[in-house]
């Protein structure tokens, strides 16, 4: 037995909207917190890190996750797909294809941020281990939100599945932007230890290099009669 409610569809998008909302909210928050930290440190490294997460969440990671939703909404599985093949006629398919336009701006809205790369004086760095590891604490904070947002999302399916199937149907899309996003920070995080490691082993040889103790140089002051005043 199917059930199809189609007057439901302001929840059901509803959904996807809240949680792209959330998701751009902690991308915001983060983007805010390693521009803090570049200032903080004026590290080249890490300031350049920032820039090019900057590039690739709105480059790359937005052209993915957008030929996804192009994919669904081009596909069998889309709302106005569906309309479609239950003949429910040209009305039905036409509201539908405009709600799953709302939902696509949605999805451009979360690569909107209010900030842009930052351009800093590096030359004088002043880092630490401990930027690193805060570095670290930013990316874990902002998975943190998109995983909540996901599962809320997926929980928030879950208690409308049994009265409308049409549900369903976007139960793929919610997943795909949640993975992508914690998957990607998941990278980041790897990538941030291997920047600290590769600091910490460049300085450890830098420092090994340095000889010795020091020494006094030699030194010769003349006294007596060499001296004029005497």
């Not at 939703?69 to 405009?98: C, K, Q, T």
């Not at 790369?117 to 760095?125: F, N, T």
């Not at 790897?190 to 830098?206: H, I, L, P, S, Y």
Request: proline share 2%.
């Amino acid at each position: 037995m199917f059930v199809i409610k189609m007057g439901d569809i302001d929840r059901i998008t509803q959904i996807y909207e809240r949680q792209a909302q959330e998701c751009v909210h902690g991308v915001s928050r983060f983007y805010e917190e390693i521009i803090a930290l570049a200032r903080k440190t004026t590290y080249a490294p890490m300031v350049e890190f920032g820039n090019q997460i900057y590039r690739f969440y709105t480059g790359e990671l937005r052209d993915h996750l957008m030929r996804e939703y192009g994919d669904w909404y081009d596909g069998p599985s889309s709302f106005h797909a569906l309309m479609a093949a239950i003949n429910a006629g040209e009305a039905a398919v036409a509201e539908a294809r405009r709600r799953m336009d709302d939902m696509k701006t949605s999805l451009e809205g979360l690569f909107r941020l209010t900030q842009s790369e930052v351009h800093l004086d590096d030359s004088v760095p002043n880092i630490q281990d401990q930027d690193f590891e805060e570095y670290r604490s930013c990316l874990r904070n902002c998975q943190k939100t998109f995983r909540r947002a996901t599962n809320d999302a997926e929980s928030a399916m879950r208690s409308m599945e049994g009265d409308n199937d049409v549900v369903k149907l976007i139960g793929d899309i919610v997943k795909t932007t949640g993975v992508s996003l914690t998957e990607s920070f998941d990278e980041m995080i790897r990538q941030v230890t291997e920047g600290q490691e590769f600091t910490d082993q460049n300085n450890a040889k830098t420092l090994d290099g340095i000889r010795g103790q020091g020494k006094a140089a030699d030194v010769h002051i003349p006294w007596g009669k060499n001296v004029p005043f005497l």
